[in-house]
Structures are given as structure tokens and as C-alpha cells.
DNA sequence: AAGAACTCCTGTTGGC
DNA sequence: TGCCAACAGGAGTTCT
């Protein structure tokens, strides 16, 4: 799925589109995607206009002024078009499909008050969308348990360490773990310990002293994570299968990986003579280093 | 109780 | 070229 950067870059594309503009009409076309519409999911909306647009982890936000907030989640293949039908070029077919969507996936149609329309497509239909109360956001189920924003000011070596201290999962594992820093998926956590120098098996809780304060490496561990979501929010995310931007543009921080999908390549870290291994953790495919990540 | 495996679903890719 | 197994950016649920 898109991690992060790309669901901020998704954000960006949709904001202009969708905050201040009222949802005059929504198509539902299936009863669910991961997880059931909320009842009356179209007769919620409509009507209703988009005071905002946010993000929190991987999460779009969308704030209504019925004080209720449309939230949204991609999950592996969710992508969203911006399209102003009224203003489209005479171009052969529609940029949406031609940037490779199915249109048999397109499960929701927003129709705007200000001429977008907004398309939801999900060939897997690992994403979802649900309506909750903006009052009780954080302590809904869904928000209960999510960790810290990697990009705020809570993320640095110290929270870290009270982080991961005593849990012997591995890097790679606590770091994918949505409880305790959201946002980072597959892609970012491989490229994160390649910067760091640290190994994806080594037990979360070494980056913690005895006294529960940071290591040198909790501390250098927390400035890549930032670096590197912060370069891919810049380059608009990664693009490698089915994510592209809401105008179906690319985009292209999959350039600057140094460890992910490239078994067997040459490690790229300055004087380093490994190569790129693939390793498989719980299930998932790790890229890494092993000679200089420890 | 933490950690890992399994699960949802479809599409693409690589090996034969 | 066709066929089939493996794999894909997530994460809730269920096991051990």
C-alpha cells in the first residue's frame, strides 16, 4: 500500500479538489470493501460539505460539517482520481484508466458541487471507509492504537528507546508496527535501517540503554526516519505497481532506493563492499545489507 | 502477552 | 505462447 508518503501525497492531491466543495452526490457500488459501508453511507454524505482534509498514520481524514469525519484507508491497491469532467481534454479515453486502473474497481464516485469528481479504486479491496464522530476521533477504535506520527515532533531517539525497550521483536517487526511509530510500511522501514546501519533482526530492545534511555543508534535510527520519509513526501511518494497520484502522474522517490527490491545489487552505502540480500520476516520480504547493517 | 502466521482479494511477474 | 506458483506497498484476527 501506499505508506506514508504516498498517502500524504494522495492528500495533497486531493485537497484542492475536495476541502470547501459539498459532496453533492455519492455513488456506492458495492456493499463492502474490506470491511461493510457504514449504514447509509451515501445518504451521510451528501449534502455535506468537506471542511478539511487531514491525514493521521496512513489515514485520510476527511472533516465534514456534519461533524462527522469520512475516514479513508487504501490499503494495498486504494488509489484516488481527481478528474473535472467539464474541462477534460479530448483525450482517448480517460487518464484515469489509462494510468492503469480497472474501472470494475472504481467502487465509489464523489460528485462535487465544484465540478470534481472524485473515483475510488481498489483492485484488492484491502482498503476501507468508515464515519466517525470528529469529538471522540482518537479514542475510536480505529485511532485507539496508533502510534506516534513519524513526521510531528514526537518522534527522536528517547521515545524510541521507551518504545521499543524489552521487546525482543525484531527491528524490522516493531518498526512495522502501527502501534508504536504509524505510518511506515515495507518500503520505509528496509530504507530506514539501511541509513541507520542496523540490522532488521537485531531485537528492538537493544536501541534502548538499561535505564530505558536512547542509544546512539535509538538516536540515529529516529533522524533516518525522518530524512527518509520526509525525501519521499518530496518526491511524491514511490511508485512501483499500482499507486500513482490523483492525476495519475508517478511518482519517483522508487529512484533513490538503496536497499528495496534490489537483491543483488551492490549495497550502495559509502566503502561498503556487500550486496543486497532479500530476507522473508513474518511473511514479508526484507531487503537488506548484511555487512553493514548490525 | 508478545510475536508470528494466517487471512482477506486481484493482478502481475518470472520460471519453465 | 501458455500455465502456474510466488509475490505484492496493509493490518485485523488467530494461533503458539
Known amino acids: 500500500m501506499p ?5 500524504e501525497t494522495v492528500r495533497r492531491g486531493l485537497e484542492p479538489a475536495m476541502t470547501g466543495a459539498v ?3 455519492v455513488e456506492q457500488r458495492r456493499k463492502d ?6 449504514e447509509r453511507f451515501a445518504e451521510r454524505l451528501q449534502g455535506r460539505r468537506v471542511t478539511a482534509l487531514g491525514r493521521r498514520a496512513k489515514y485520510l481524514l476527511a472533516d465534514l460539517d456534519s461533524g462527522e469525519v469520512l475516514v479513508m484507508h487504501l490499503g494495498m491497491t486504494g488509489r484516488f482520481t481527481v478528474e473535472r469532467p467539464g474541462d477534460a481534454p479530448s483525450a482517448p479515453g480517460d487518464f484515469h484508466h489509462a494510468a492503469g486502473g480497472n474501472a470494475v ?7 462535487l458541487s465544484n465540478g470534481f469528481r472524485i473515483t475510488y479504486n481498489d483492485a484488492r479491496r484491502f482498503g476501507f471507509m468508515a464515519l466517525v464522530e470528529r469529538a471522540g476521533l482518537e479514542e475510536h477504535p480505529l485511532f485507539r492504537h496508533v502510534g506516534i506520527e513519524p513526521l510531528g515532533n514526537a ?6 528507546a521507551r518504545l521499543f525497550a524489552g521487546r525482543s521483536a525484531p527491528l524490522k517487526a516493531a518498526l512495522l508496527d502501527q502501534r508504536l511509530v504509524a505510518g511506515l510500511g515495507n518500503i ?10 542496523l540490522s532488521p533482526s537485531r531485537a528492538a530492545g537493544t536501541l534502548a540503554r538499561k535505564d530505558g534511555g536512547p542509544t546512539a543508534r535509538a538516536e540515529r535510527l529516529a533522524t533516518v526516519i525522518r530524512d527518509v520519509l520526509e525525501e519521499a513526501v518530496a518526491a511524491g511518494g514511490s511508485t512501483l505497481r499500482d499507486y500513482v497520484h490523483t492525476d495519475g502522474s508517478l511518482g519517483y522517490f522508487q ?31 526484507t531487503f537488506f545489507c548484511g555487512v553493514c547493517q548490525r
Open 105 to 111: 474497481h472504481d467502487h465509489v464516485v464523489f460528485h
Open 3 to 7: 505508506e506514508l508518503p504516498e498517502v
Open 255 to 285: 529512484h533513490a532506493f538503496r536497499v528495496y527490491d534490489r537483491e543483488g545489487e551492490p549495497c550502495p552505502a559509502p566503502g561498503c563492499r556487500g550486496i543486497v540480500r532479500r530476507l522473508v520476516q513474518s511473511g514479508r520480504s
Open 155 to 160: 518522534l527522536d531517539g528517547a521515545t524510541l
Open 33 to 38: 470493501l474490506r470491511f461493510a459501508f457504514p
Open 188 to 197: 520505509y522501514v528496509c530504507e530506514a535501517l539501511h541509513r541507520a546501519g
Open 23 to 25: 459532496l453533492d452526490r
